[in-house]
């Protein structure tokens, strides 16, 4: 047997939004397309939330350290009152909150994006030719 007629078998969770989404824009295709176009899909849809969340955790991390340090900065320095350093943390903690929402907000955003690119690349690919 050569190497061109061994098939590997993955299995591939597909979410139901992509299944809609495959069956109503390819409902004249055959079974095996539409399955390979599911997986593709997915493939993708992970690739891109793996690249985000790899991205948004190394941005928190970062902010995190920065904010850490701040605030050994701070509890070292005998001059501030303390009420102003409990003010400046609580500060800073809404900040880091809100920029981490901020974040996630994007990272949907994104994954949303990248979807409706999936989907419009799949109808320009199965466009039928201009008749120039």
Do not use: C
């Not at 824009?25 to 079974?31: I, V």
């Not at 102003?84 to 920029?99: C, L, P």
């Not at 974040?103 to 979807?115: I, T």
């Amino acid at each position: 047997m050569s190497a061109n007629n061994i098939e590997s078998t993955v299995v591939v969770e597909i979410s139901s939004q992509t299944h809609e989404m495959v069956e109503t824009e390819m409902a004249g295709e055959t079974d095996e397309v539409k399955r390979e176009t599911k997986a593709l899909i997915e493939a993708l849809k992970r690739r891109a939330q793996a690249e985000a969340e790899s991205a948004g955790t190394l941005t928190r991390e970062t902010y995190l350290n920065a904010v850490r340090q701040a605030r050994e900065a701070i509890e070292r320095e005998k001059l501030i009152e303390r009420d102003r350093i409990e003010h400046s943390w609580a500060v800073m903690q809404d900040e880091a909150e809100r920029n981490w929402h901020l974040l996630m907000k994007e990272v949907a955003d994104f994954s949303d994006r990248l979807q409706k690119a999936a989907k419009a690349a799949w109808e320009a690919f199965n466009a039928p030719p201009s008749q120039n």
